[in-house]
Nanobody
């Protein structure tokens, strides 16, 4: 089973940037769809982005489009979430998740999408505040 470790969270002022990393061990990430999720206090976990296994296609949800990008470094077995122009509403614990996949399928926003990922990291806190 794939093990995931997130890092890169922290405290940043509005308008600042952070880069989160999701490093996998035990498997090679190019056989997995990797998604990012976040959960703010008192709110449900929501999808943020996904990078597919087959073609490395990337998907972003509306709240982060134009500000976040997702990428993958297969040599380092790591997926990155670059977050720019951060807003206070981006404050949350960010999680990465993995789904064994041979296609370009990358569940993120559909009902039940979260349940399609079997492996999750422990999360990293992102706080956007002045």
């Amino acid at each position: 089973q794939v093990q995931l470790v997130e890092s890169g969270g922290g405290l940043v002022q509005p308008g600042g940037s952070l880069r989160l990393s999701c490093q996998a061990s035990g498997v090679t990430l190019d056989h997995y769809a990797i998604s990012w999720w976040r959960q703010a206090p008192g709110k449900e976990r929501e999808g943020v982005s996904c990078i597919s296994a087959l073609y490395g296609s990337t998907y972003l949800t509306d709240p982060v489009k134009g500000r976040f990008t997702v990428s993958r470094d297969n040599a380092k077995n790591t997926v990155y979430l670059q977050m720019n122009n951060l807003k206070p509403e981006d404050t949350a614990v960010y999680y990465c998740a993995a789904r064994r996949e041979s296609s370009d399928y990358c569940p993120l926003v559909s009902s039940g999408a979260m349940s399609e990922y079997r492996s999750w990291g422990q999360g990293t806190q992102v706080t956007v505040s002045s």
